[in-house]
Nanobody, 127 residues
């Protein structure tokens, strides 16, 4: 059974940082692209960042324009964990953050292309 469990959310002031983690079990970690998405109240879930393995040691990453230069996605394959380091947080980053798994190497920005999802973790940025 596949499980994705996010953690690391919380309340932070604007300009602060948070590091989200997503622990994955039940699937071959390196055979999946991992994505972070977020959903604010009243809005659709939107792409934040994604990472995939081109080879054993080479990763590709993609970011939404709104987070480029502030957020960094990384993975620890030994721990089957993907992280999202979020710096210079803004009030508009407030949302529930979800990690998803998409089989293969593509860096998809489309919600429906991800097969598995976690339950989400709340990030609240106060201005």
């Amino acid at each position: 059974q596949v499980h994705l469990v996010e953690s690391g959310g919380g309340l932070v002031q604007a300009g602060g940082s948070l590091r989200l983690s997503c622990v994955v079990s039940g699937l071959a970690f390196r055979r999946y692209a991992m994505g972070w998405f977020r959903q604010a109240p009243g809005k659709e879930r939107e792409f934040v960042a994604a990472l995939s393995y081109v080879s054993y040691s080479v990763e590709n990453a993609a970011y939404a324009d709104s987070v480029k230069g502030r957020f960094t996605i990384s993975s620890d394959s030994a721990e089957n964990t993907v992280h999202l380091q979020m710096n210079s947080l803004k009030a508009e980053d407030t949302a529930v953050y979800y990690c998803g798994a998409d089989f293969g190497t593509r860096l998809s920005t489309v919600v429906d292309e991800y097969e598995f999802w976690g339950q989400g973790t709340q990030v609240t940025v106060s201005s």
